[in-house]
T-cell receptor, first 109, second 113 residues
Framework: KNEVEQSPQNLTAQEGEFITINCSYSVGISALHWLQQHPGGGIVSLFMLSSGKKKHGRLIATINIQEKHSSLHITASHPRDSAVYICAVRLPGTYKYIFGTGTRLKVLA | GAGVSQTPSNKVTEKGKYVELRCDPISGHTALYWYRQSLGQGPEFLIYFQGTGAADDSGLPNDRFFAVRPEGSVSTLKIQRTERGDSAVYLC???????????FGQGTRLTVV
């Protein structure tokens, strides 16, 4: 079992839909990151969370440390949001990250 | 440049050859990471540098893999006697000190034929 699990693995949505991607982890962490990876491999960091909630534009990320769970929400989704979204956790006292396998999102026009 | 730069973007090499992959981190970032991403998988940690030293190289799969960062900026990942299983996207990330986000490069897609 992976230490970082994401669901769903694949998601297809219609433009305008509200999207939720989930991340559960089984290890203690010092921070959790949500990353966006477009075709071609480039990765962009969306959020870094250690507690609570963050919002940036149409993206919202939440984390529940007690439940070891985080969610990434996309409001009013758009085809340009199509990408792989990856959850990564940083282990306490280290700079090592463990990555989930990603959620492949496709938003249809 | 403003971001993390990796070169080459694509590399095709024959089995058994030696390859070098380069990462130019964001200026002033002391932390540098190498990851390997196989098809359909999340990135897998290889090595972490803090300054010039490898603070954690526990992710290097075997002794064919080696990485250096001699001046604390540019890093080179070196793979000897490449095997087909080494084919992957190799990602580099850098981060300033402290509890901050990491910035990723575009990756080098290595194909061993």
């Amino acid at each position: 079992k992976n230490e970082v699990e994401q669901s769903p693995q694949n998601l297809t949505a219609q433009e305008g839909e509200f999207i939720t991607i989930n991340c559960s982890y089984s290890v203690g962490i010092s921070a959790l990151h949500w990353l966006q990876q477009h075709p071609g491999g480039g990765i962009v960091s969306l959020f870094m969370l250690s507690s609570g909630k963050k919002k940036h534009g149409r993206l919202i990320a939440t984390i529940n440390i007690q439940e070891k769970h985080s969610s990434l929400h996309i409001t009013a989704s758009h085809p340009r949001d199509s990408a792989v979204y990856i959850c990564a956790v940083r282990l306490p006292g280290t700079y090592k990250y463990i990555f989930g396998t990603g959620t492949r999102l496709k938003v249809l026009a | 440049g403003a971001g993390v730069s990796q070169t080459p973007s694509n590399k095709v090499t024959e089995k058994g050859k030696y390859v070098e992959l380069r990462c130019d981190p964001i200026s002033g970032h002391t932390a540098l990471y190498w990851y390997r991403q196989s098809l359909g998988q999340g990135p897998e940690f290889l090595i972490y540098f803090q300054g010039t030293g490898a603070a954690d190289d526990s992710g290097l799969p075997n002794d064919r893999f080696f990485a250096v960062r001699p001046e604390g900026s540019v890093s080179t990942l070196k793979i000897q006697r490449t095997e087909r299983g080494d084919s992957a996207v190799y990602l580099c990330a850098s981060r300033p000190d402290g509890n901050t986000e990491a910035f990723f490069g575009q990756g080098t897609r290595l194909t061993v034929v």
